[in-house]
């Protein structure tokens, strides 16, 4: 069942390397949303995507973070020549209807340690 | 852009008293969420408000939703130790499309 999941659920990168984290979102939920947590803060918009179209990346810090969502189900996110400041818990949610005013369901996030 | 501010960042309690976080918006919001982390965990859903002045309850938690639709509170009554983690509100203003996280109450119990 059921939840939203996330693989993988640690992760440690050397600078520079490139990392792909994958979010499973519940099955159906047209709504996807991408988070970035840092220790003590609240979760920061990251990227939406409705069905596999990317509606609002405003959020992303730099062109070396790239989201996709192909065929409308799984989601990636992928950072490029990872820096220390990516370090964080990335959050991955779903929702069931079109538009971020709904219910979202969160995975349990990727923990990304950048050394 | 629109911030979204709350107070107090930590919060300890002994348990069996109550607990108020709050939460304000530069912006006037269409809807406010409230979550909750457990320590090591992911944000779960509480509670939507909608309406300007709308109060809603679920047992011992209380939200509010002020009536200029800028700020929000979450009350908890008589707390318990299962209460313990992070208390985050999300607000979508009235234009965009995304929610803004505030940085979340840390509520500790002391049994």
């Known amino acids: 069942g059921a939840g939203v999941s996330q693989s993988p659920r640690y992760k440690v990168a050397k600078r520079g390397q490139d990392v792909a984290l994958r979010c499973d979102p519940i099955?159906?939920?047209?709504?996807l949303f991408w988070y970035q947590q840092a220790l003590g803060q609240g979760p920061e918009f990251l990227t939406y995507?409705?069905?596999?179209?990317?509606?609002?990346k405003s959020g992303l810090p730099s062109d070396r973070f790239f989201a996709e969502r192909p065929e409308g189900s799984v989601s990636t996110l992928k950072i490029q020549r990872t820096q220390q400041e990516d370090s964080a818990v990335y959050l991955c949610?779903?929702?069931?209807?079109?538009?971020?005013?709904?219910?979202?369901?969160f995975g349990p996030g990727t923990r990304l340690t950048v050394l | 852009g629109q911030q979204v501010m709350q107070i107090p960042q930590y919060q300890h309690v002994q348990e069996g008293e109550d607990f108020t976080t709050y939460c304000n918006s530069s912006?006037?919001?269409?809807?406010i969420q409230w979550y909750k982390q457990r320590p090591g965990g992911h944000p779960v859903f509480l509670i939507q408000?909608?309406?300007?002045?709308e109060v809603k309850k679920q047992k011992r938690l209380t939200f509010q939703f002020g009536e200029a639709k800028k700020n929000s509170s979450l009350h908890i009554t008589a707390t318990q130790t299962t209460d313990v983690g992070t208390y985050f509100c999300?607000?979508?203003?009235?234009?965009?499309?995304?929610?803004?996280f505030g940085d979340g109450t840390t509520l500790t119990v002391k049994p």
């Open positions: 099955s159906g939920h047209v709504s």
């Open positions: 949610a779903s929702s069931s209807r079109r538009g971020p005013a709904d219910t979202q369901y």
């Open positions: 999300a607000g979508r203003g009235t234009n965009a499309g995304k929610s803004t």
């Open positions: 912006t006037t919001l269409s809807n």
């Open positions: 995507f409705q069905n596999e179209a990317q509606l609002d």
């Open positions: 408000l909608v309406k300007s002045g």
